[in-house]
């Protein structure tokens, strides 16, 4: 990557409960073995510019100044490093929910991998991912999953159902959920981002596999839990159904 860049700025679109922030935590933990190594940032905390101040630090002299320290510090960033693999990982999660302080900021990190805190230090964003979240075009997606008229309604809505989608559909999903991005955020931002990803909504077919591995992970804590008292449990097709 350049150096005077971060590693990668990803932007990830699509409905809430696509896996976009599993993804992310997914990557770290494959990188660095812990999902804990992720900075999440939640922007629909940040949507009135004086609230940057929790990101940044206050300048000197403001109250408060020591009390609240900068989130995105160096030491913060750097807190899973090790001697094979120096990487962060950050992820401003809703991102069309920031202010325009924020979008300044993040506009900083992105193109010149920099930020510089309240107190005048720099903070270096070289050795960082950045993943960025949005559900712009989400609306679009569904309008095309979900017709209620036309040809060919209920073959989408059946293609959807059982996670295969063709590529007509699966294009059309793509470029309304790109369009609906141009649309909604700016030239200098999208010119930024390293690798768009869009998020088809999930079929039924692939919720019943994640309600598989949310079980696996419940029946893991009986036996992590009450390891004298430990027991399996089984669910039926129509519990599975029941509970997604």
Same mark, same amino acid.
């Given at each position: 990557?350049?150096?005077?860049?971060?590693?990668?700025? +990803?932007?990830?679109?699509?409905?809430?409960?696509?896996?976009?922030?599993?993804?992310?935590? &997914?990557?770290?933990?494959? *990188?660095?073995?812990?999902?804990? &190594?992720?900075?999440?940032?939640?922007?629909?905390? +940040?949507? %009135? /510019? %004086?609230?940057?101040? #929790? $990101?940044?630090?206050?300048?000197?002299?403001?109250?408060? %100044?020591?009390?609240?320290?900068?989130?995105?510090?160096?030491?913060?960033?750097?807190?899973?490093?090790?001697?094979?693999?120096?990487?962060?990982?950050? =992820?401003?999660?809703?991102?069309? #929910?920031?202010?325009? &302080? =924020?979008?300044? *900021?993040?506009?900083? @990190?992105?193109?010149?991998?920099?930020?510089?805190?309240?107190?005048?230090?720099?903070?270096?964003?070289?050795?960082?991912?950045? !993943?960025?979240?949005?559900?712009?075009?989400?609306?679009?997606?569904?309008? @095309?999953?979900?017709?209620?008229?036309? !040809?060919? /309604?209920?073959? @989408?809505?059946?293609? %959807?159902?059982?996670?295969? *989608?063709?590529?007509?559909? /699966?294009?059309?999903?793509?470029?309304? /959920? $790109?369009?609906? &991005?141009?649309?909604?955020?700016?030239?200098?931002?999208?010119?930024?981002?390293?690798? $768009?990803?869009?998020?088809?909504?999930?079929?039924?077919?692939?919720?019943?596999?994640?309600?598989?591995?949310? =079980?696996?992970?419940?029946?893991?804590?009986?036996?992590?839990?009450? #390891?004298?008292?430990?027991?399996?449990? +089984?669910?039926?097709?129509?519990?599975?159904?029941? $509970?997604?």
């Amino acid at each position: 990557s350049c150096p005077r860049r971060p590693i990668g700025n +990803y932007l990830f679109l699509g409905p809430t409960g696509t896996g976009k922030t599993r993804l992310v935590e &997914a990557v770290a933990e494959c *990188l660095v073995g812990t999902a804990d &190594a992720v900075i999440k940032i939640d922007c629909a905390e +940040y949507q %009135h /510019s %004086h609230e940057t101040a #929790k $990101l940044v630090g206050s300048p000197p002299g403001y109250l408060g %100044h020591r009390e609240t320290p900068a989130l995105l510090q160096q030491k913060t960033l750097n807190k899973f490093h090790t001697e094979k693999l120096k990487l962060s990982f950050v =992820l401003f999660d809703e991102i069309e #929910k920031a202010s325009d &302080a =924020l979008w300044n *900021l993040l506009l900083g @990190i992105m193109d010149k991998a920099t930020l510089t805190l309240g107190d005048n230090t720099a903070v270096d964003f070289s050795r960082c991912m950045i !993943f960025l979240t949005s559900n712009v075009g989400a609306t679009e997606m569904g309008a @095309i999953l979900r017709p209620s008229l036309g !040809f060919g /309604s209920r073959a @989408i809505r059946e293609q %959807h159902q059982s996670g295969h *989608l063709d590529d007509d559909v /699966s294009g059309r999903i793509a470029r309304a /959920s $790109l369009d609906a &991005a141009r649309k909604r955020f700016t030239p200098e931002f999208i010119n930024r981002i390293d690798q $768009l990803v869009v998020f088809h909504p999930l079929s039924d077919r692939e919720l019943l596999r994640i309600v598989d591995l949310e =079980l696996q992970n419940v029946q893991r804590r009986v036996f992590e839990s009450h #390891k004298e008292n430990a027991f399996m449990f +089984y669910v039926t097709e129509p519990a599975k159904k029941f $509970l997604l």
